[in-house]
């Protein structure tokens, strides 16, 4: 017998013989079938895709929607959202070139196939809750809630609250009268016009039309603000808010998701802009509770889903709720 010390490794100068199908590297059992399967069964024009029209066009043809709506799922599944990762993919994942069959988006048609077909992506989802439930994946007697802040396309600066807009507005009156008394001083403290005191005078001047500018810019969205009965007001991306929990501050939006107990499948799924998740207990339950069309539903939230109100609304849709309660003084509290 001979003596090993260690499994014997690879020789990475030896020559070898590899499999001569990329089928051969997949397993019967992986996900990619799974996923491969699925997407064959859908008609992706009457789902709404794009680029499922056949035309003579100049340049070169566009990619096939459904082998990118494959790869869009399989970075669901692998918990890969850039693009440029899932492109990476293409060229070195074998599962991926089996399941895309060998194409090599690049990341801007991987993004942009997301951002053009967000409806059409929001139809293939609600078909394979269907399916699901036509395969009787989901049990359809207990439903758990909860909620999780994802960070949008915004920084915390690029989002406006009235508190913070009227400090800022003070804080450039303040600079605005610092501007205006400078210009008066340099006005009066000699009348010899020399090259130096114009200079300065002229950059007083600007200084302050900078200032002035942007003190009408914050104007114009605390008027906004007014307007629209808001709290926050975002100026690049117009949904998100300033979310804050357990200290902790986030630029982006609060989504809830509702899943079955049976196979944990996520039966329904919304994109607030609330803070908390106080008012969305009844919503996501009674959106849960249609697509399993259950008569009689479980609902599970943590502490902060408990709402008197929202209680009330889930036992008058046959929803019995189990929920957590804070503090006792809650109770006396009509949220």
Same mark, same amino acid.
């Given at each position: 017998m001979t003596t090993r010390r260690y499994q014997s490794s690879l020789n990475r100068q030896q020559e070898m013989l590899l499999p001569s199908r990329v089928e051969d590297y997949v397993s019967q059992n992986n996900t990619v079938r799974a996923i491969d399967a699925y997407v064959n069964t859908l008609d992706v024009k009457e789902l709404g895709f794009q680029h499922t029209e056949t035309i003579i066009t100049s340049g070169q043809p566009p990619f096939n929607p459904a082998a990118l709506l494959k790869l869009y799922l399989y970075g669901y599944?692998?918990?890969?959202?850039?693009s440029r990762k899932l492109e990476s993919e293409t060229r070195r994942n074998l599962e991926v070139m089996w399941l895309v069959e060998g194409l090599l988006p690049t990341y801007k048609t991987i993004a942009n196939f997301r951002k053009s077909n967000s409806t059409a992506l929001k139809a293939a989802n609600r078909d394979f809750l269907l399916l699901c439930k036509e395969l009787s994946l989901f049990g359809g007697e207990t439903v758990a809630v909860d909620g999780s802040f994802f960070k949008g396309d915004v920084?915390?600066?690029?989002?406006? @609250?009235?508190?913070?807009?009227?400090?800022?507005?003070?804080?450039l009156e303040k600079k605005i009268t610092q501007y205006q008394d400078e210009l008066d001083?340099?006005? @009066?403290?000699?009348?010899?016009?020399?090259?130096d005191s114009l200079n300065e005078d002229n950059n007083l001047v600007e200084k302050l039309a900078i200032i002035k500018q942007k003190k009408a810019e914050k104007e114009a969205l605390q008027q906004q603000l007014k307007d629209r009965g808001e709290k926050q007001i975002s100026t690049v991306d117009e949904d998100a808010r300033l979310l804050t929990k357990r200290g902790? @501050?986030?630029?982006?939006?609060?989504?809830?998701?509702?899943v079955d107990n049976k196979h944990r499948l996520i039966v329904a799924e919304d994109v607030v802009q609330d803070g908390n998740d106080m008012q969305q207990l009844a919503p996501m339950l009674e959106k849960a509770q249609s697509i399993l069309q259950s008569e009689n539903l479980d609902g599970l939230g943590d502490s902060g889903y408990f709402n008197g109100s929202q209680i009330k609304a889930c036992e008058d849709q046959n929803i019995t709720v189990y929920v957590p309660v804070p503090d006792k003084s809650w109770l006396k509290k009509d949220d």
């Open positions: 599944l692998q918990g890969i959202r850039s920084s915390k600066q690029g989002i406006y @609250t009235e508190d913070k807009l009227k400090k800022q507005l003070e804080a001083k340099q006005d @009066t403290a000699d009348n010899k016009l020399d090259q902790e @501050t986030v630029a982006g939006y609060n989504v809830q998701i509702a």
